[in-house]
């Protein structure tokens, strides 16, 4: 069965330093998505992507996140000065539509520790 | 020290027994519901959805219950295994929108 894969599986920086995390979506997918989840809470939306460009951003995807698909098959989510609130898990998904009935299929995380 | 997250709700049941993880959502506009399973360091696994138009559905040894007029989301696990202890989350979409809301989560225990 095809499947998200996300590069890391896990990531330590240093507060203050750039990082970029990595998603190959399932291929036949249009929509990516970037979901975080802090150690222990629930799952937050970050970020979606369709036709090269952000649909729809939360109040958490500040100037500091941008996201960027550089090829036809990696979605990348970069952090540009990391804080150590951004410690957490980041899920990359991908759906093929965003119509009823067109579930979000979840990568395995990068787990991103902040110094 | 490290930080100490939410205490997660925990339905604790043994091998066999039926399960029933409950969910409440708050969005009277969200049309689209799924369950996703979250095992120990892995990513929300898709198990089942529903649109807003039905109130049941049945898949492999799990079935969602919708009941919009109490916005209340139900999953019942059949039999359950030891392979289904993991957090179960429910997850919403509002019509027109890519973005699903994730709720709080349930963690299931299953003893054999």
């Not at chain 1, 937050?44 to 995807?61: C, G, Q, R, W």
């Amino acid at each position: 069965e095809p499947e998200v894969t996300q590069t890391p599986s896990h990531q330590v920086t240093q507060m203050g330093q750039e990082v970029i995390l990595r998603c190959v979506p399932i291929s036949n997918h249009l929509y990516f998505y970037w979901y975080r989840q802090i150690l222990g809470q629930k799952v937050e939306f970050l970020v979606s992507f369709y036709n090269n460009e952000i649909s729809e951003k939360s109040e958490i995807f500040d100037d500091q996140f941008s996201v960027e698909r550089p090829d036809g098959s990696n979605f990348t989510l970069k952090i540009r000065s990391t804080k150590l609130e951004d410690s957490a898990m980041y899920f990359c998904a991908s759906s093929v539509s965003q119509g009823r009935r067109s579930p979000l299929h979840f990568g395995n995380g990068t787990r991103l520790t902040v110094t | 020290g490290e930080s100490v997250g939410l205490h997660l709700p925990t339905l604790s049941v043994q091998e066999g027994d039926n399960s029933i993880i409950n969910c409440a959502y708050s969005n009277s506009a969200s049309d689209y519901f799924i369950w996703y399973k979250q095992e120990s360091g892995k990513g929300p696994q898709f198990i089942i959805d529903i649109r807003s138009n039905m109130d049941k559905r049945q898949g492999q040894r799990v079935t969602v219950l919708l009941n919009k007029t109490v916005k209340h989301l139900s999953l019942q696990i059949a039999a359950t295994q030891p392979g289904d202890s993991a957090v179960y989350f429910c997850a919403e979409r509002e019509g027109g929108y890519s973005t699903l809301t994730f709720g709080k989560g349930t963690m299931l225990l299953v003893s054999p």
